[in-house]
């Protein structure tokens, strides 16, 4: 799977987008990007994933740049409770079992600031 | 509602003394998989499980066993713990590859003295 590229951390005011970048200038063309975040010490939490369209859902939106070299999560009014770190995972879509298997890399730590 | 339960959350025990931590899943999810986060490290997978009776090494599987013989329940068995493998445990799930996201559990963390 190609690796991804995340700054390690990030404030945002509450209320606020927060955008958060991630680069995989390696991506292959059946690769996913996944984002999940996790709030302390708990289990990751999905947020969403897409392949080449941005894709939006209740929690966020991802952008994917038309070359698919980058993606940036975008949370719209960002709360105190969003402050946790965020991964960004590519994944392959080919059948096999090593296409199941999620690489977390250091992520993100976003901070939400009153 | 649909959920990864693990037990125990937390467990303190001693060297050498056999565990099971258990994992289960409500969603007939096909896929299970056991996660370790340490500091600086990461998560790291253990062990995962395409289906029932179908297990395989993940990154870092030495000293850990699992079973897999009904499609809800992925038991993590430290047959022989040692201090080294202190940390938070992770169970995961998912219906397939491209079929959304893994369901994660709350975590275990357990510490070996």
Redesign the interface.
């Known amino acids: 799977d190609a690796k991804t590229t995340q700054p390690p951390s990030m404030d945002c005011a509450e209320g606020r987008a927060a955008n958060l970048p991630c680069n995989h200038s390696t991506i292959s063309g059946n690769e996913?990007v996944?984002w999940?975040r996790q709030i302390h010490?708990?289990?990751?939490?999905?947020?969403i994933?897409g392949l080449k369209n941005n894709e939006t859902n209740e929690m966020a939106s991802l952008i994917i740049t038309e070359d698919r070299k980058s993606s940036t999560l975008i949370l719209p009014h960002a709360t105190l409770r969003d402050t946790a770190v965020y991964y960004c995972i590519v994944?392959a879509?080919y059948?096999g079992?090593g296409?199941?298997?999620?690489t977390?890399?250091?992520?993100t730590k976003l901070s939400v600031i009153p | 509602e649909a959920q990864v339960t693990q037990n125990p959350r937390y467990l303190i025990t001693v060297t050498g003394k056999k565990l099971t931590v258990t994992c289960s899943q409500n969603m007939n999810h096909e896929y299970m998989s056991w996660y370790r986060q340490d500091p600086g490290l990461g998560l790291r997978q253990i062990y995962y499980s395409m289906n029932v009776e179908v297990t395989d090494k993940g990154d870092v599987p030495e000293g850990y066993k699992v079973s897999r013989k009904e499609k809800r329940n992925f038991p993590l068995i430290l047959e022989s713990p040692s201090p080294n493998q202190t940390s938070l445990y992770f169970c995961a799930t998912s219906q397939g590859r491209t079929r959304g996201g893994y369901t994660f559990g709350s975590g275990t963390r357990l510490t070996v003295v």
Do not use: T, V
């Not at chain 1, 010490?41 to 947020?47: A, E, L, T």
């Not at chain 1, 296409?99 to 999620?102: G, H, I, K, N, R």
């Open positions: 996913y996944y999940y010490s708990q289990g990751p939490q999905y947020i994933h994944r879509a059948s079992a296409s199941y298997q999620l977390f890399g250091k992520g």
